[in-house]
Each structure stands twice: as C-alpha cells, then as structure tokens.
C-alpha cells in the first residue's frame, strides 16, 4: 500500500528547505554585490583611460570637472549644472569620444536611474570660472610624484554631481559612499582602482591626501 507524508515529516521538509534559504539567500546576494563591485571598478578603470588619453589631445590639459554658464563649457559627464544629476547626459559630456558606453558612467549598484554616478576630484577636473585666473590645469604637474594618492574618479553617493566639491573634516559634499558592503570605488590618478571601506575613505580624504600638488599644502595644514 503506497504511504504518503504525514503532516509532520512534510513540516519537516519545509522547515529544512526555509533553513537552506536562509543560509543561502546572504550569499547569493554577497555574491551578486561583488559582482557588481566588479563592473564598478570596471568602470572607472575605462574612465580615468578616457581622461589620460583626453589629457595627451588637449596637451595635457584636464576636461571640465562641472559645468558652468553657457554649453561651451562642456564637462567631463555632461552635467548641465552642478547638483542636476538627473540631467546629465553623458553623450554631451567631455569623455564621451573616449567612452562611448552610457553604462560605463553609472555604478551599477546605484539605484537613482541617472546616466552618471561618478565624481571626478575638484582638484583634477578644470574649474570654468577659475580657469581666467589660474590658467588650464594639467594632470601631469598637478599630480607628480603623489598620482598613487591623488583620487581621479569616485562613487560620491547620493548627492552626486558628477564634481566632487569635497573639502576635509565631512564638509561640503565630501561623503564617500558605502554602496558596496560599507565601501565605495575609487580611482587614482595613476590608473589604479581600489574598493575601500568608508571610513578608509575618510582618512585619506581629511589627512589631505586627494590634493593635487599645487593645493597639497593645504593638505599638510591637517
């Protein structure tokens, strides 16, 4: 005679199967966020080679690092203006004939369905307004001897421009995200890209160490 489960081995079953799930479902999802960390730092490694091959044509000048008044001042992410994240539109942006992927521009774990996500270090990126008084900044002498140290690229966060105004001690909008399992993506202006803990970060950021050599000793002040 053919015996069917009884109600306590069936409960049984299920209780061993939701105990799997449990067990499993974090590492299916820690898995996934690497994976997406992964392409992250994909990303900017394929931008910060954008910006170095956009140095050596515009003879060794950096891109606008936001935009300013009129659209001559084309920036690097094609931000129409600083704080306008949903606005931008990276196929007007500066890096756009080095990049032409728009999904190279966003962090795929940011969930604000913008074009661009990432900041480019206001020390590097061309101020248009100051530009009259300072003359273009070249990447170069700017970053000499310190461009391991000196951030290109980052995942700012949620108040992304795509220009990171950040200055030290948590002031203005200097907040490195923790997007992927506390941390966020970065990258340096010697090409190399690193995923770093928030409060990491926060070291480098307020022991001066993002300042291009022409600002570094605002840097030593700390």
Same mark, same amino acid.
């Given at each position: ?6 109600? +306590?081995?069936?409960?049984?079953? !299920?209780? +061993? !199967?939701? +105990?799997?799930? #449990? ?13 997406? $960390?992964?392409?992250?730092?994909? &990303? ?14 515009? &003879? ?27 606005? /931008? ?11 032409? &992927?728009?999904?190279?521009? #966003? ?12 900041? !480019?270090?206001?020390?590097?990126? $061309?101020?248009?307004?100051?530009? #009259? /008084? ?21 995942? $700012?966060?949620? /108040? ?8 030290? &001690?948590?002031?203005?909008?200097? +907040?490195?995200?923790? !997007?992927? /399992? ?12 690193s995923c770093k803990q928030k409060k990491q970060l926060e070291v480098e950021r307020d022991r001066g160490d993002w300042y291009t050599n022409s600002t570094y000793s605002l840097g030593q002040q700390h």
């Amino acid at each position: 005679m053919k015996r069917g489960f009884t109600l +306590i081995e069936l409960l049984v079953v !299920i209780a +061993i !199967i939701a +105990i799997l799930a #449990a067990v499993l479902f974090p590492v299916i999802t820690a898995a996934k966020e690497k994976a997406k $960390q992964s392409q992250c730092v994909y &990303n900017l490694k394929q931008l910060s080679l954008a910006l170095f091959r956009y140095c050596e044509d515009y &003879n060794g000048c950096t891109p606008n690092g936001c935009w300013d008044g009129p659209r001559q001042w084309r920036d690097w992410s094609g931000c129409d203006g600083t704080g306008d994240t949903h606005l /931008n539109s990276v196929t007007m942006g500066g890096l756009w004939d080095y990049v032409r &992927n728009v999904k190279v521009y #966003a962090c795929p774990s940011d969930d604000r369905h913008v074009q661009s996500t990432y900041s !480019i270090n206001q020390f590097v990126g $061309q101020e248009p307004w100051k530009m #009259a /008084n300072t003359g273009p900044r070249k990447l170069e002498p700017e970053t000499s001897g310190r461009a391991s140290k000196i951030m290109l690229f980052f995942q $700012q966060g949620r /108040n992304d421009d795509g220009y990171d105004a950040w200055a030290t &001690n948590g002031s203005l909008d200097s +907040i490195p995200d923790d !997007i992927h /399992n506390g941390g966020t993506t970065l990258s340096y202006c010697d090409g190399h890209v690193s995923c770093k803990q928030k409060k990491q970060l926060e070291v480098e950021r307020d022991r001066g160490d993002w300042y291009t050599n022409s600002t570094y000793s605002l840097g030593q002040q700390h």
